[in-house]
Nanobody, 126 residues
Framework: QMQLVESGGGLVQAGGSLRLSCAAS????????AGWFRQVPGKEREFVAA????????YYADSVKGRFTISRNNAKNTVYVQMNSLKPEDTAVYYC???????????????????WGQGTQVTVSS
């Protein structure tokens, strides 16, 4: 069973930057599309960004487009999201997910991605 472990969360002022990392326990991760999702208490988990298994295609929620950049290093079994120009409304727990299907990794299919990390808290102060 592949494990995903996020890191890089923390407290940052509005306008600042953070880079989240998601390290996978299995080399097979390089064959999976990966996505980032976020959730605040009382709200549904929402899609943030996704990347194909090759890294050649990326997808973003409108709310983060132009500010967040997703990337991956398959040699390190790791996917990243660089978050710039952070806003207080970006405050959430951020989760990494992986799935063979890129549509599912974007949260656009009826089923959820097959693998999830435990989440990392991002707090943006105003």
């Amino acid at each position: 069973q592949m494990q995903l472990v996020e890191s890089g969360g923390g407290l940052v002022q509005a306008g600042g930057s953070l880079r989240l990392s998601c390290a996978a326990s299995e080399r097979t991760f390089r064959n999976y599309a990966a996505g980032w999702f976020r959730q605040v208490p009382g709200k549904e988990r929402e899609f943030v960004a996704a990347i194909s298994w090759t890294g050649g295609s990326t997808y973003y929620a409108d709310s983060v487009k132009g500010r967040f950049t997703i990337s991956r290093n398959n040699a390190k079994n790791t996917v990243y999201v660089q978050m710039n120009s952070l806003k207080p409304e970006d405050t959430a727990v951020y989760y990494c997910a992986a799935d063979p299907d890129i549509t599912t990794a974007q949260g656009r299919s009826e089923r959820l991605p097959g693998y999830w990390g435990q989440g990392t808290q991002v707090t943006v102060s105003s």
